[in-house]
């Protein structure tokens, strides 16, 4: 069965630093791992994804994210976090061809300025 | 190019009513979604279509009914609201499965009394 876990309900940093949201997940197969930004009362948006090869993809808004295959892990990172990545932020999987993209529970980011 | 759109924004039902959801896109899209949001659980997927003319159930269908008449419209039906069914609601749509990211609309906040 596909799951994804984001371990952290909440992610505090300062504006300037820089930002980890993690994410792991468990499928059977090759995974597809996407990650989503919601900003408030708006709908989901899609930030990066990683299909296959080079390990470290690059998405919108200086947004990155780092697939570790041994770990299971897909971390979000940005060199440096602005007021304005505050958000919630969702990290999902789907296995081969199925249509079923699940979704983590969310982490908030805080970004204090 | 309106992307996902999804009417209404907000709704208050009391117990017992029924309501239907609409959501309609303009990408051209085959495949497309509905799920709802509730605090801490992430997205839970409710229904989705692979096409005009199917639907299919996801992981939370039950007191929910779906339609897709036409390829860019989707409609979610509640027949008779429960308290339960308290949440935002979420469409989306997508090219196809595997590795094509999935674009949502803003959502619509419902609210059964």
């Known amino acids: 069965a596909q799951s994804v876990a984001q371990p952290e309900d909440q992610v505090n940093v300062a504006e300037g630093n820089p930002l980890t949201v993690k994410c792991t997940y468990s499928v059977s197969g090759n995974p597809y791992l996407f990650w989503y930004v919601q900003y408030p009362n708006r709908g989901l948006q899609f930030l990066l994804k990683?299909?296959?090869?080079?390990?470290l993809v690059k998405g919108s808004y200086g947004f990155e994210a780092e697939f570790n295959k041994s770990q299971t892990s897909f971390h979000l990172k940005k060199p440096s976090a602005l007021v304005s990545d505050s958000a919630l932020y969702f990290c999902?999987?789907?296995?081969?061809?199925?249509?079923?993209?699940?979704f983590g529970s969310g982490t908030r980011l805080l970004v204090r300025p | 190019n309106a992307g996902v759109t999804q009417t209404p924004k907000f709704r208050v039902l009391k117990t017992g009513q029924s309501m239907t959801l609409l959501c309609a896109q303009d990408m051209n899209h085959e495949y497309m979604y509905w799920y709802r949001q509730d605090p801490g659980m992430g997205l839970r997927l409710i229904h989705y279509s692979v096409g005009e003319g199917t639907t299919a159930k996801g992981e939370v269908p039950d007191g929910y009914n779906v339609s897709r008449l036409k390829k860019q419209n989707f409609l979610l039906g509640l027949e008779s609201a429960a308290p339960s069914q308290t949440s935002v609601y979420f469409c989306a749509s997508s090219t196809g499965t595997g590795s094509s990211e999935q674009y949502f609309g803003p959502g619509t906040r419902l609210t059964v009394t």
């Open positions: 990683y299909i296959t090869g080079d390990n």
């Open positions: 999902a999987v789907r296995d081969g061809s199925s249509y079923k993209l699940i």
